[in-house]
T-cell receptor, first 111, second 113 residues
Framework: ELKVEQNPLFLSMQEGKNYTIYCNYS?????LYWYRQDPGKSLESLFV?????AVKQEGRLMASLDTKARLSTLHITAAVHDLSATYFC???????????FGTGTSLTVIP | DSGVTQTPKHLITATGQRVTLRCSPR?????VYWYQQSLDQGLQFLIQ???????AKGNILERFSAQQFPDLHSELNLSSLELGDSALYFC????????????FGEGSWLTVV
């Protein structure tokens, strides 16, 4: 079974600081997704990464994918309060058509 | 507003019952995806349909079934409900297959008592 691990699970950071969320997965996949979820709300797609070395940026968020290391990162630059949310990575579908979410990283940006 | 419409928004039902959740995808989207989110198991992918055909299957229980109709709306049928089926069920849609941006509905909250 494909496993997707995110760390940290909880992140409290001050406004203006930089930080990185890591997403490790256990099997071969060249498709990785990042989503954001605000409390009590639905999911919002942030990034779709489809190849090794893919890098995408939107505002203060930048995502990258290293398929050889089976690692994706979500880098936050100069955090602002509006970025407070839970961030999920997800991988797949793989050859078995399986698609798995990570456990999520709950981010709180403190003024 | 993502353009994906799910009904009902909230549903309370008893164990052993059957419910149907409905999803209307964004206009023009051919793929529909179903996900489950619960405190116990986190986010799980259930199933995907593309233009009426099942394309990918995740951790969907045998008690659950789904279909996508010719007008591209989809229904998720949950039967013989158990307490553990209480969860938030999301539908999402995308223009094409995996690799496209997926747009999520607001979800259907199911409580089994």
């Amino acid at each position: 079974e494909l496993k997707v691990e995110q760390n940290p699970l909880f992140l409290s950071m001050q406004e203006g600081k930089n930080y990185t969320i890591y997403c490790n997965y256990s099997t071969t996949s060249d498709r990785l997704y990042w989503y954001r979820q605000d409390p009590g709300k639905s999911l919002e797609s942030l990034f779709v990464l489809l190849s090794n070395g893919a890098v995408k940026q939107e505002g203060r968020l930048m995502a990258s994918l290293d398929t050889k290391a089976r690692l994706s990162t979500l880098h936050i630059t100069a955090a602002v309060h509006d970025l407070s949310a839970t961030y999920f990575c997800a991988v797949g579908p793989n050859t078995g058509n399986q698609f798995y979410f990570g456990t999520g990283t709950s981010l709180t940006v403190i003024p | 507003d993502s353009g994906v419409t799910q009904t009902p928004k909230h549903l309370i039902t008893a164990t052993g019952q059957r419910v149907t959740l409905r999803c209307s995808p964004r206009s023009g989207d051919l793929s529909v995806y179903w996900y489950q989110q619960s405190l116990d198991q986190g986010l799980q992918f259930l199933i995907q349909y593309y233009n009426g055909e099942e394309r990918a299957k995740g951790n969907i229980l045998e008690r659950f079934s789904a279909q996508q109709f010719p007008d591209l709306h989809s229904e998720l049928n949950l039967s013989s409900l158990e307490l553990g089926d209480s969860a938030l069920y999301f539908c999402a849609s995308s223009v094409g297959d995996w690799g496209n941006t997926i747009y999520f509905g607001e979800g259907s909250w199911l409580t089994v008592v």
